[in-house]
């Protein structure tokens, strides 16, 4: 198959210590996406969560691939698999991973419409070789992450909305890796320092952009330098704006490998890099997927996969 907001920020100077390498300072703005399309309302709820005859939008397209996959940063669950739409993509406890089969048919598969293999390619940040397909007791075939079938919701009606999760204790949906969908547990107060993640999720206004191991919006601040490696963010600057801590290459998820590298800042802090820019998360988002640091001061931005500047409002 072809799985194929705003008060200017004082700042002092950051001293970089870092051994000689060859950083871009080519930064152009990076586009934004375009809202994915609402869908028509779904009918009313049964045993499975919708009507026996469901035929809402999920309804009505159980044959429909999923095309071109997505990270969301859902508040309550934390990185969630999106279709190319924003829909939701769910996994049911009753069927199986190893060997792979689906065990959602009839009426259940009115309510959970499968998601067709053929045309899905791995979200930014997702392994690509967890994707695979089942065939379906009436000969079609199904798309699988990790193993597991996948589905859409009826009485999901737009993007973003999970209303099934949690269905009939039987119903979670699907994190990037497969598993169900969980949001990680914020850090304890001390431990900014500790080893994190870094991944990929999309915003309807942002488009692709880099999030933390809790779904966290990442940003660069524009006075600081790729070359030489300089933060300019220190002091009340930094208690705002938290420098995002080292993470290991392997928990960079979709990140832009080359010139990943930490600064050592005077302060004794080590901060993460993408691409040499410094990067760091914003106290005034309170949950997973905010951007309420975009634009702020005219300074603080979003940051692309490749280390780039969204400058989409």
Request: net charge neutral.
């Amino acid at each position: 198959m072809g799985i194929k907001r705003g008060t200017s920020l004082a700042a002092i100077a950051v001293a970089v210590t870092l051994t000689a390498t060859a950083c871009g300072g080519d930064d152009k703005a990076a586009g934004s996406a375009a809202p994915a399309a609402a869908a028509a309302e779904a009918p009313a709820s049964d045993t499975y969560g919708a009507g026996p005859a469901a035929a809402g939008a999920a309804g009505a397209s159980g044959a429909k691939g999923a095309g071109q996959l997505a990270i969301s940063a859902d508040a309550q669950l934390g990185p969630v698999l999106t279709d190319s739409a924003g829909f939701t993509l769910y996994r049911f406890d009753k069927d199986t991973a190893k060997p792979p089969k689906s065990n959602c048919d009839g009426d259940c598969a009115k309510a959970w419409p499968a998601v067709a293999a053929g045309d899905a390619t791995a979200a930014a940040g997702m392994d690509a070789g967890l994707l695979g397909e089942v065939v379906r007791t009436d000969g079609s075939k199904q798309l699988t992450v990790a193993g597991w079938p996948v589905y859409r919701f009826a009485k999901d009606t737009k993007a973003g909305d999970t209303n099934g999760q949690g269905v009939g204790g039987t119903w979670f949906a699907a994190a990037p890796d497969g598993k169900k969908a969980a949001k990680q547990a914020a850090a304890p107060a001390g431990a900014g320092q500790a080893a994190g993640a870094l991944t990929v999720a999309k915003d309807p206004a942002l488009g692709e952009h880099v999030v933390d191991g809790n779904g966290m919006t990442v940003y660069r601040f524009k006075p600081d330098t790729a070359w030489p490696m300089v933060s300019q963010c220190e002091g009340d600057c930094v208690a705002k704006w938290p420098v995002v801590p080292p993470v290991d290459k392997a928990n960079a998820k979709g990140i832009v490998e080359k010139n990943f590298l930490v600064l050592d800042r005077p302060d004794g802090k080590k901060q993460q890099t993408v691409n040499c820019w410094p990067v760091y998360t914003f106290t005034g988002d309170k949950k997973a997927g905010d951007t309420n640091g975009q634009g702020v001061g005219g300074t603080w931005y979003a940051v692309a996969p490749d280390g780039k500047l969204i400058t989409a409002q």
